[in-house]
């Protein structure tokens, strides 16, 4: 069975940092876009960033509101994804999802980790 396993989440200050991660099993790792999502308290699911595993120059997406904040990474040896997160403001409060993306959209996703910035 596919599984995503999201970890890291957790409760920060204004301006602190995170890293999530997310850690896929059960799927070829490198046949997927990976990407990060999250949905705030009565908003819609929003793309955050993705990585596209085959690497190359260029291979990474960022929404406009975390550019320059976040970073998304891999470790291909691990099958894992990584999201750090600097500079964290309140607007990044949300439950933060994994997901491996092919033929256009989410294929699979994790069970989401819970960040909270205050």
């Known amino acids: 069975d596919v599984q995503l396993v999201e970890s890291g989440g957790a409760s920060v200050q204004t301006g602190g940092s995170l890293r999530l991660s997310c850690a896929a099993s059960g799927l070829t790792y490198t046949n997927y876009c990976m990407g990060w999502f999250r949905q705030a308290p009565g908003k819609e699911r929003e793309g955050v960033a993705a990585?596209?595993?085959?690497?190359?120059?260029?291979?990474?997406f960022y929404v406009d509101s975390v550019k320059g904040r976040f970073t998304i990474s891999q470790d291909k040896a691990k099958n894992t994804v990584y999201l750090q997160m600097n500079s964290l403001k309140s607007e990044d409060t949300a439950l933060y999802y994994c997901?491996?993306?092919?033929?256009?959209?989410?294929?699979?996703w994790g069970q989401g980790t819970q960040v909270t910035v205050s």
């Open positions: 990585i596209f595993t085959g690497g190359g120059v260029g291979n990474t």
């Open positions: 997901c491996a993306r092919g033929g256009g959209s989410c294929r699979y």
